[in-house]
T-cell receptor
Framework: EPEVTQTPSHQVTQMGQEVILRCVPISNHLYFYWYRQILGQKVEFLVS????????KSEIFDDQFSVERPDGSNFTLKIRSTKLEDSAMYFC?????????????FGEGSWLTVV | RKEVEQDPGPFNVPEGATVAFNCTYS??????FFWYRQDCRKEPKLLMS???SGNEDGRFTAQLNRASQYISLLIRDSKLSDSATYLC????????????FGTGTRLLVSP
């Protein structure tokens, strides 16, 4: 079964450092997403991306966050200057269509620890 | 009011038991509804979509009541492997896949 792959699986970074989390969505999918889950809390939507631009973002996704599709396969989340509260599991996801009934497939996540 | 509200549990049940989870959502314009399963420190995985007519997949039955903004999941004949956190998930009406997750209900099935 095709899957969304994410790297790294774990990253520890110092506060103030830049972090890039990478994702390879499922190949025929056109819609890409980032979600995050702080330990012990619910999964939260960060951003959706289509046709090389952000289609929607949450209030969490402030100026320190950015997303990019640098080539035909990768989809990245950059956190410019990490804060302690950015420590979380970050899930990349993709879907074939935008329709609300269409299945979203999640990657296994990148666990970010900011120290 | 939380967008999606669930009893966090845990629900401790013996193998073979029937267990039911409930969920309420606040946005009456929500269009799609799902149950996801999440194992510890793993990604959410779609268990089933939820339709107004109710739907069943093996031992799992989901129901949606739009008037009450209420979603349920029934698991029959619980297995040890059913131990996980069950996430109630609602899709908003933005047209894009902005899923809103509940905090999840933890299920522990014991021998």
């Amino acid at each position: 079964e095709p899957e969304v792959t994410q790297t790294p699986s774990h990253q520890v970074t110092q506060m103030g450092q830049e972090v890039i989390l990478r994702c390879v969505p499922i190949s025929n999918h056109l819609y890409f997403y980032w979600y995050r889950q702080i330990l012990g809390q619910k999964v939260e939507f960060l951003v959706s991306f289509y046709n090389n631009e952000i289609s929607e973002k949450s209030e969490i996704f402030d100026d320190q966050f950015s997303v990019e599709r640098p080539d035909g396969s990768n989809f990245t989340l950059k956190i410019r200057s990490t804060k302690l509260e950015d420590s979380a599991m970050y899930f990349c996801a993709s879907s074939e269509m935008r329709d609300s009934g269409n299945t979203i497939y999640f990657g296994e996540g990148s666990w970010l620890t900011v120290v | 009011r939380k967008e999606v509200e669930q009893d966090p549990g845990p629900f401790n049940v013996p193998e073979g038991a029937t267990v039911a989870f409930n969920c309420t959502y606040s946005n009456s314009a929500s269009q799609s509804f799902f149950w996801y399963r999440q194992d510890c420190r793993k990604e959410p995985k779609l268990l089933m979509s939820v339709y107004s007519s109710g739907n069943e997949d093996g031992r799992f039955t989901a129901q949606l009541n739009r008037a009450s903004q209420y979603i349920s999941l029934l698991i029959r004949d619980s297995k040890l492997s059913d131990s996980a956190t069950y996430l109630c998930v609602v899709n908003g009406n933005t047209g894009f896949q902005k899923l809103v997750f509940g905090t999840g209900t933890r299920l522990l099935v014991s021998p």
